[in-house]
């Protein structure tokens, strides 16, 4: 069976899912739609195999992908992505599939100190190859697709099994393949969590601190509105109202059209969309009693003790010198956030730090013993 390049009906993905058993390469991408519409959606998932046949898969039509879930989990097929975050974000969350055998070349390009980590770069760079023009911006939820937006989304899957390969013979040249299975393990089995509602959204804004407890109020009411809005429209919240006209708005606290018309931002569209919603928003934080108005709360720093600090900062300092030697950039050889646990809870041998999430047998084997000499010494 010839399999369609788009797949629509459950038989045809079926029919993917059993061409894909046993493939010894897969390569993913996805597009979504956040940038028009609200919330996101995932729009197209692309799939190419070892023999590089692309198909895309239309999730707005086929709302049960869990078939091609087999070959996700195939330990023995290797799934080839780039930049592989919000899609297997989106992949998880939505169809709870599980990934296993990841190749991520954004991430092996970082442990070959690539300077250009984008798709389109790499491909260049590695084999030669000149991307179509990106159509990243688009909105994916269209249909039909148009033929240069196919041909953008096959041209992200098709090259990026002949470049794990490349890029594999640069990382076995300098000993770093074990490095990268063991980073893109840890991307592949990290949970998705569900994002919360966040009440006090209003107040992470840009410019919030700034106003008075009146004018929180109405920010508050001005940010549920424009959420609601966006909801209602399905459209991005930004596209509504942008942040700096909220603050202003709640600064200036309009009464009428022509108010809101002199707030930056604030243009005829905004008024001919929003402008009753705005001055709702606005009574309603003018109305609210004195006892009820928020008070701004920022996000309290956390406090470190001094041992803490200290050996972060050794850490740190140590990270530089280190970076150098090895030849990878300080936030790849040792992120932050393993800084700030092993500053927290600095382990006492290579059996305890071996244990430290995030840490890894690599950095374990490679700069284990100068790790605990630096806390030791700190």
């Known amino acids: 069976m010839t399999l369609p390049l788009w797949i629509r009906t459950a038989d045809d993905l079926s029919a993917l899912a059993a061409e894909l058993a046993g493939t010894p390469a897969l390569a993913i991408d996805t597009e979504a739609d956040s940038l028009h519409h609200y919330p996101g959606k995932l729009c197209l998932v692309q799939v190419a195999d070892a023999q590089g046949r692309g198909h895309l898969v239309d999730p707005l039509v086929l709302r049960d992908l869990s078939p091609l879930g087999a070959a996700l989990a195939d ?9 592989a975050d919000n899609d297997l974000s989106y992949l998880k969350r939505l169809y709870g599939v599980t990934v296993v055998s990841l190749f991520d070349t954004a991430v092996a390009a970082r442990f070959l100190g690539a300077t250009s980590l984008g798709l389109e770069g790499l491909l260049t760079q590695y084999l030669g190859v000149t991307a179509v023009k990106s159509r990243q911006k688009d909105d994916w939820s269209r249909r039909p697709l148009t033929g240069p937006q196919e041909a953008y989304a096959l041209d992200d899957v098709l090259h990026l099994i002949p470049l794990r390969h490349r890029l594999l013979e640069g990382l076995r040249a300098i000993g770093r393949e074990q490095w990268v299975e063991e980073e ?110 928020p008070v701004y709360r920022p996000m309290p720093r956390p406090h470190l003790p001094a041992a803490v600090r200290r050996r972060a900062e050794a850490l740190r300092a140590w990270r530089t010198r280190a970076s150098k030697e090895v030849g990878l950039e300080p936030g790849v050889l040792f992120p932050q956030r393993l800084i700030d646990r092993l500053a927290a809870a600095p382990p006492a041998d290579l059996a305890a730090l071996r244990q430290v999430e995030g840490v890894h047998g690599w950095r374990v084997g490679l700069l284990g013993p100068a790790v605990l000499e630096v806390l030791a010494a700190a």
Not at 75 to 83: D, I, Q, S
Not at 190 to 205: G, T
Not at 242 to 249: H, I, R
Not at 265 to 273: A, E, Q, S, Y
């Open 75 to 83: 330990p023995g097929t290797v799934k080839v992505l780039h930049a």
């Open 184 to 293: 893109c393990a840890a991307l592949a089995a990290l949970a998705v969590p569900e994002k919360p509602v966040d009440p006090d959204a209003y107040m992470k804004v840009k410019g919030a601190r700034e106003l008075d407890a009146r004018g929180l109020a109405v920010l508050r009411e001005l940010h549920g509105a424009r959420e609601a809005m966006a909801l209602r429209l399905d459209r991005p919240p930004f596209m509504i109202v942008g942040n700096e006209s909220l603050v202003a708005l709640a600064k200036r606290l309009p009464a009428d059209n022509e108010a809101i018309l002199s707030v930056p931002g604030c243009t005829v569209p905004v008024v001919r969309r929003m402008g009753p919603a705005i001055l709702e928003a606005v009574a309603r934080g003018l109305a609210l009693a004195e006892a009820d108005l």
